[in-house]
């Protein structure tokens, strides 16, 4: 535990549940240039590294994609991904199998995409220095 900062909880991962928690996870370490860090099929479960963080994604049975920006089966989280191109990582995404969303609330800002599985994540620009 982080005790300098008196935290009394760390955080190890964040997990996602999808239809195919393999693919999923090879889709995340692809883009953030990790790696698929753990496969277990015999409980539809599969993770991976991705920088400093662990992405886990756990298939669940009868899953429903989100529908951004409906709320009939709302988000429920997003993950935003800084980029030093956009329009270059948009295309990496989607040639990785990500789709661009319909709607783009930031305009020429930052890009909305969706995973194969439907979950929105976002592309940022680099921050803008002050």
């Not at 195919?20 to 993770?47: H, I, K, M, N, T």
């Not at 991705?50 to 994609?65: D, I, K, R």
């Not at 956009?86 to 930052?110: D, H, I, K």
């Amino acid at each position: 535990m982080n005790t300098e900062s008196g935290a009394s909880a760390d955080l190890i991962a964040f997990t996602i549940d999808c239809s195919d928690s393999s693919r999923l996870a090879r889709f995340y370490a692809d883009l953030a240039g990790g790696e698929v860090s753990g496969e277990y099929p015999e409980y539809g479960y599969a993770q991976a590294s991705v920088g400093p963080y662990t992405l886990n994604f756990q298939g669940v049975e009868s899953y429903a994609a989100p529908a951004w920006p409906g709320q009939e089966h709302p988000q429920q989280f997003h993950l935003d991904f800084r980029v030093d191109d956009v329009a270059a990582a948009t295309e990496r995404a989607t040639g990785l199998g990500a789709s661009v969303a319909a709607e783009q609330p930031g305009g020429e800002a930052y890009r909305v995409m969706l995973d194969p599985d439907g979950h929105p994540f976002c592309l940022c620009p680099p921050a803008q220095e002050s």
